[in-house]
């Protein structure tokens, strides 16, 4: 394939993905899992938020830039906003970040928003002091030029934090379950964000079972010190909210993936 024609083909998955997300715009926050529907889960996730990057409201803890990559409606962004950090949220979606804007006025939590692509984002070179993503990096067609981009952002020694999810295969009847659940819980996430087929072939992370490859784009993008852990508390506190059927049917298991760029 010319160089012209790859171009070509990056231009139009990332307008496919795009559009996906414009659609889901509207709904993204009332989904179970995406948005924060209940208090408990909110505490879940400040904790976590706080545990990654600190909690500069004390004033023992530095205020650090931080840039969310693909932030969606904001919800890391507006935590670690909440925390005191200086926080730029980058997403593709206008629909994202307009939803993600309206949030942050009307909760008075400022955010510098800003539209563009996780895999070159629109900020300095050397500027952050850590970068983090949820839900995103599945979603990326290039994970190793995003990863190297993030590291470019960051300052010697920033840190670099991922929460996505693996989706182990469950057995048959468990699908079938699944998709009921989906259906008859409103909650149908599957059709709402589905690409089309030729765009999920594009997509490396995509059907990862584990971290371990998202381990070794990190490393590869020169990032030292790369640890993984799952986040049982917040799936155990999120699942508690599920209908019978939905958490029997659901397999979703998230993690975190940690890692340092190098000093210097
Ligand atoms: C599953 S949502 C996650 C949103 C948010 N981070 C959250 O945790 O709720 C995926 C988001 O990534 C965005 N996205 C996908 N590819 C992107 C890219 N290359 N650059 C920036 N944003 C991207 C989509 O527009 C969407 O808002």
């Known amino acids: 394939m010319s160089d012209e024609a790859a171009d070509a083909r990056r231009v139009a998955v990332k307008a496919a993905i795009t559009a996906a997300w414009d659609r889901g715009a509207a709904d993204y926050d009332r989904i179970p899992r995406h948005g924060i529907l209940h208090d408990d889960e909110r505490r879940a996730w400040r904790r976590l938020v706080a545990a990654i990057l600190g909690d500069a409201t004390h004033s023992e803890v530095p205020c650090r830039d931080v840039l969310d990559v693909g932030t969606g409606t904001g919800t890391l962004a507006l935590l670690a906003a909440e925390l005191g950090h200086d926080v ?11 939803a993600a804007r309206r949030k942050s006025i009307e909760s008075g939590i400022g955010v510098d928003w800003r539209i563009g692509d996780a895999e070159d984002p629109p900020v300095a070179h050397g500027s952050m002091d850590a970068v983090v993503s949820r839900h995103l990096v599945w979603t990326l067609p290039d994970p190793a030029f995003a990863a190297r981009a993030w590291r470019e952002r960051l300052r010697p020694g920033g840190l670099v934090a991922v929460i996505d999810g693996t989706y182990p295969r469950l057995p048959l009847p468990a699908r079938l379950l699944a998709a009921a659940a989906a259906r008859l819980g409103g909650n149908d996430d599957a059709d709402e964000h589905a690409y089309p087929a030729e765009v999920d072939s594009r997509l490396p992370l995509m059907t990862q079972r584990s971290p371990a490859a998202l381990m070794e784009v990190l490393r590869q993008a020169g990032f030292e010190r ?13 699942r508690a909210h599920l209908g019978l059927l939905q958490r029997t ?16």
């Open 88 to 98: 730029v949220a980058v997403d593709l979606s206008e629909a994202m970040i307009l």
């Open 226 to 238: 790369v640890r993984s852990r799952g986040l049982g508390e917040i799936d155990r506190v999120e």
């Open 249 to 264: 049917a659901d397999g979703w298991r998230r993690y975190l993936v940690v890692g340092r760029a190098p000093r210097g």
